[in-house]
C-alpha cells in the first residue's frame, strides 16, 4: 500500500513503520532477521538446505546460527547504530516455528531488551495454529505464511514430505495437510487480529496460473498482504527444481500474475528476498557489520 488509503486507522499503526508491509515504509524504515531457527518440518523442492528459508530468502547465501541470548545482543547492536530500526523478524534458517523455544525465548529477550521494536515471524505454516496464542501473547505483530497452492495435487510437485505430529507424510497427504494447516493459520491470525502476508513462490510451469487461485483463498480468509516471489533455482544450488532444469519466471511473467490478483487485496512489489540475517534498509546489506563472529566476540 502507498498510503493509509483503505487501510483502517487500527492496521495502519501496524503497517506504517513496517519496511515491508508499506512501500512508502521502506524508504525511512529498517528492519532485520535474526537467524535463530535451524530446523525445518517440511521439504520444499525449491529449498536447499544449506542455505536460509527461501520463505523469504535469497538462496546461496550461507547464514548464520545465532542463540536467542546472541540474538538479543545483536539486536541491541544494531539498533543502536540504526536508529531507523523498527522491525526485528525471524524467518530462518528454517522454520521459525519448528523450533519454537528458541522463536520465542528470542522474542522475549528482544522485548526485554527494545519492547518498543516491532516482532515479525516468517513460517509455512504447519504448525502456526498451535502457538497462535503464543504468538499473540508475545506481542508478534506480522506473520508471513509461505503458501504455495491450494490444491494438493499441485502440492505435492512442491512438497516431497512433511513430518508432522511424529510422523511422517508424503505426496497428496502431506500437501493436504500441510495446506489445511496454512489456511487455518491465516483465519486465526486474521480472528486475533494479527496481521498476516502470504509469500508465494511463483514456479513457472507449477503453480504460476494457480496462484490466482492461492490469491483468493487467502483474501477471504483475512490475509492483509500478498508478496509473489520468483523462484530462483539453479543447479549449483541442488534443489530439485534446480536439478530438473527448471527456470525461474521472468519479470514479465511475475508482473502480469501480480497484475491478475490486483484487487481488494494488497499486493506486494517491492520485496527483496533478504537474506535471513538481513540488516538495514530494504535494498541496503549491512550484515556485514554485524557478522556472527562479531556478535559472539561481545559473549
Ligand atoms: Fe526450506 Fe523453508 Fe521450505 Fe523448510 S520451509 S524446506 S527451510 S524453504
Ligand atoms: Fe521484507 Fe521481502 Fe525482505 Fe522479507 S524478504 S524482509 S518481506 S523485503
Redesign the pocket.
Known sequence: PAGRGDIPAETWEKVKNH??YSEQAHHHYA?M?VGVAPACNIQCNYCNRKYDCTN??RPGVVSERLTPEQAARKVMAVASTIPQLTVV?I?GPGDPLANPEKTFKTFELIHEVAPDLKLCL?TNGLVLPDHIDTIKKLNVDHV?ITINMVDPEIGAKIYPWIFYRHKRYTGIQAAKILNDRQLQGVEMLAKHGILC?I?SVMIPGINDQHLIEVNKAVKWRGAFLH?IVPLISSPEHGTAFGLSGQRGPTPGEMKALQDSCEGEMHM?R?????RAD?VGL?GEDRSAEFTTEKIIQMD
Open positions: 519496511p515491508c528492519r532477521h523469504e530468502s523478524g524467518a516468517s508471513t502476508k509469500n508478496n506486494m517491492h520485496c527483496r528476498q533478504c538481513a530494504l
